[in-house]
C-alpha cells in the first residue's frame, strides 16, 4: 500500500488549497479512505473520510462547510478541496486507509495559513 500527498503549501487566511492523495497496491474502489492533520503539539485528528459504496461523507465540526473531500476511483486518488482557510488549519496532512487492522499512512504533506 502507498499513499502519496501532494499540494500543501503556504496560504494567507481565507484562501484555498486543493490537496491530492494518490494511492496504489490495494483495490481502492473497495475502501473508505480518510484525511486527518496533525500539529507538534496535538494528536492527530480525523478531518474528512469518504466511504467505498456510496461515496457519502463525514467531516470534523471545525471544518464543516469549508472543505470537501472527494473521491475518483478511475484515478485512485482521494481530493482534499480547502476554502476560507484559517490560521488554525495549519498542520501536516495526512491520507489514510486502513486494511483489516493495519492503518497505512502517507508521508504527509505541510499546510500553513498565515499572514
Known amino acids: 500500500v502507498q499513499l502519496v500527498e501532494s499540494g500543501g503549501g503556504l496560504v494567507q487566511p481565507g484562501g484555498s488549497l486543493r490537496l491530492s492523495c494518490a494511492a496504489s497496491?490495494?483495490?481502492?474502489?473497495?475502501?473508505?479512505l480518510s484525511w486527518y492533520r496533525q500539529t507538534p503539539r496535538e494528536e492527530r485528528e480525523l478531518v474528512a473520510s469518504?466511504?467505498?459504496?456510496?461515496?457519502?461523507?463525514n467531516y470534523a465540526d471545525s471544518v464543516k462547510s469549508r472543505i470537501i473531500i472527494s473521491r475518483d476511483n478511475a484515478k485512485n486518488t482521494v481530493d482534499l478541496q480547502m476554502n476560507n482557510l484559517k490560521p488554525d488549519d495549519t498542520a501536516v496532512y495526512y491520507c489514510?486507509?486502513?486494511?483489516?487492522?493495519?492503518?497505512?499512512w502517507g508521508q504527509g504533506t505541510q499546510v500553513s495559513v498565515s499572514s
Open positions: 489514510h486507509v486502513k486494511w483489516g487492522l493495519t492503518n497505512y
Open positions: 497496491g490495494f483495490l481502492f474502489s473497495a475502501f473508505g
Open positions: 469518504i466511504d467505498s459504496a456510496t461515496s457519502s461523507t
